[in-house]
């Protein structure tokens, strides 16, 4: 059983992660923005929102389990009529969801923190039509900071839980063959994937050399684009599945 109480404390205090989030969130307006909006389901807001910054959807629906989140992302949503907000996990407010089902789902930086994935997967399907697609986004096993950490003997292998993870409670660590197979095993058909934004460095080192100014967001927009050569590298993963027929 996470603690979520535990958990809400110890994000706010993660060093770079709102650099980090910053990057996820981009990446995924700017998918979002090629497949369409419509009426978007965001599971697991965190500290911000995403229809703070997205605004190209017809209606939003953020199911958020922790309840300092859920209380920020309340009172942003206030005086907008087309976004709704719920306290709890996706199992468990999907009795009050049918039969409505969403035109894009997105679990940004989640499927990693909770202990049974799977599940969570074949909720968000019941949720899917045909047409809708879902956007998932994990932190990479084969980033460039992983494999630096391997060839330095830090760790044996590029999958093990490191002990920022364990802090944050997180569970799994995947890369790309392995998010894939988990998603087609929850009834998913992955139509795009990659990685992005290639972090040298630890978060604490990433946020140490910002802090002595080392790293300006010039530079950062081009780690961010770095990751189109080397495509495999970045510290993200998302993959865009849809719903098997």
């Known amino acids: ?13 993660l060093p770079f992660e709102a650099v980090q989030a910053a990057y996820r969130r ?29 605004k190209a ?36 407010v999907a009795p009050q969801l049918a039969p409505r089902h969403f035109d894009r789902i997105v679990m940004s930086s989640l499927l990693h923190e909770i202990p049974d994935p799977g599940a969570l997967l074949a909720c968000a399907r019941d949720l899917c039509p045909d047409h809708s697609t879902l956007h998932v986004y994990v932190p990479n096993a084969r980033s460039f900071h992983r494999l630096l950490a391997l060839e330095m003997g830090l760790i044996k292998d590029v999958h093990e839980v490191s002990a920022t993870q364990a802090r944050m409670q997180q569970s799994a660590t995947y890369d790309r063959d392995t998010l894939a197979a988990l998603l087609d095993a929850s009834g998913f058909d992955v139509i795009e994937s990659g990685s992005f934004f290639i972090k040298p460095f630890t978060h604490a080192q990433m946020a140490e050399l910002r802090e002595k100014g080392l790293l300006p967001d010039l530079m950062l927009d081009g780690l961010y684009g770095l990751s189109r050569h080397l495509p495999d590298a970045g510290s993200e993963l998302y993959a865009v599945a849809r719903r098997k027929p």
């Open 1 to 13: 059983m996470r603690d979520l109480e535990r958990y809400q404390a110890d994000y706010e205090t």
């Open 57 to 92: 959807y017809r209606s939003m629906l953020v199911v958020e389990p922790a309840a300092q989140f859920h209380a920020r992302a309340l009172a942003a949503a206030h005086g907008r009529a087309n976004v709704g907000v719920l306290l709890g996990g996706l199992q468990q």
């Open 26 to 54: 981009r990446h995924v307006i700017e998918t979002l923005d090629r497949f369409g909006g419509g009426d978007v389901l965001e599971v697991g807001c965190g500290t911000e929102a995403l229809f703070l910054h997205y």
